[in-house]
Nanobody, 122 residues
Framework: QLVESGGGLVQPGGSLRLACVAS????????IGWARQAPGKEREGVAC???????TYGDSVQGRFTVSRDDAKNMVYLQMNSLRPEDTAVYYC??????????????????WGQGTQVTVSS
């Protein structure tokens, strides 16, 4: 099970840090990252960190978002800086395969969190 926290309302240009804790499996065997989905849009890969430490970011967040993991705590984080209104979405913590491949939420529900809303607005 993956559980996210840290979403909320932030002004454009602001920052937020999302956190995700895993239970029932140890993250260090998996790639782990974040995806997001805005209303009326397709799901978008945000970031993926492989279990070898490799990092991939989506083009729209490159240079602004940073993913990190703490395998000792079984946690993964997403630091989001210079937020824009177009970053508004539900953000999901998810098991991933580099570069930005995610398992089906339908068939692998345990590999997805429930999502946390991020709203960027003045």
């Amino acid at each position: 099970q993956l559980v996210e926290s840290g979403g909320g309302l932030v002004q454009p240009g602001g920052s937020l840090r999302l956190a995700c804790v895993a239970s029932g499996f140890t993250l260090d065997y998996f790639g782990i990252g974040w995806a997001r989905q805005a209303p009326g849009k397709e799901r978008e890969g945000v970031a993926c960190m492989g279990n070898d430490g490799s990092l991939t970011y989506g083009d729209s967040v490159q240079g602004r978002f940073t993913v990190s993991r703490d395998d000792a705590k079984n946690m993964v984080y997403l630091q989001m800086n210079s937020l824009r209104p177009e970053d508004t979405a539900v953000y999901y913590c998810a098991v991933c395969s580099p570069p930005l491949d995610y398992y089906s939420r339908t068939n692998f529900a345990d590999y997805w969190g429930q999502g946390t809303q991020v709203t960027v607005s003045s």
